[in-house]
């Protein structure tokens, strides 16, 4: 349960109780049935750009957007966003880039969405503080919800690869 600290007993609670049971991974399935299409960079790119525009006008424009294996839970880190600096003549120049963890090509749409919302956010709001996370909540007003969501999905996906291979996982069903 390492994915959901912080949250109170009475969840997490609730959360063990679907654990137990062995329907954690049929719960996240019918909450969030459908899959995305973003399979590529170029697509992810395109994705967080339209996002970017409706919400982010003003914010640096972003030069590479795209899936990394290498980001995982493991790592503690689902996405990231970074700023490469160069020098170019006399000028300091800053690129913005995001990367998404490579398990969000699998993963329910709005987990990708919140996933995005959240290193786009960064553009403006370096900190998780009040404002950051008003502005995730502005471009998607459900951002808690999913983000909770999110966390249980790592937690079943940790559980399935963590269960005996022929154990009659869910892994098919989310």
């Known amino acids: 349960m390492r994915f959901l600290g912080g949250y109170p007993p009475g969840v997490l609670e609730q959360v063990r109780e679907l654990i137990a049971a062995g329907r954690l991974g049929d719960h996240i399935a019918r909450r969030y049935p459908g899959r995305h299409t973003v399979q590529t960079d170029r697509a992810l790119y ?20 795209g899936f990394d294996a290498r980001l995982d839970s493991a790592q503690r880190a689902l996405g990231l966003h970074t700023a490469i600096s160069r020098v170019q003549g006399s000028k300091l120049k800053a690129k913005k880039e995001i990367r998404v963890a490579s398990l969000f090509k699998e993963a329910p749409p709005e987990f990708l969405r919140m996933i995005v919302v959240h290193e786009l956010a960064h553009l403006k709001e370096s900190d998780h503080d009040k404002a950051f996370y008003r502005l995730c909540e502005h471009m998607e007003p459900r951002y808690h919800q999913l983000e909770f969501d999110t966390r249980l999905y790592l937690a079943w996906r940790e559980l399935e690869r963590a269960a005996p291979a ?9």
């Open 166 to 174: 022929g154990a009659g996982t869910q892994a098919s069903q989310a």
């Open 46 to 65: 395109e994705y967080t750009t339209d996002i970017k525009q409706e919400y982010l006008r003003s914010a640096p424009p972003l030069h590479k957007v």
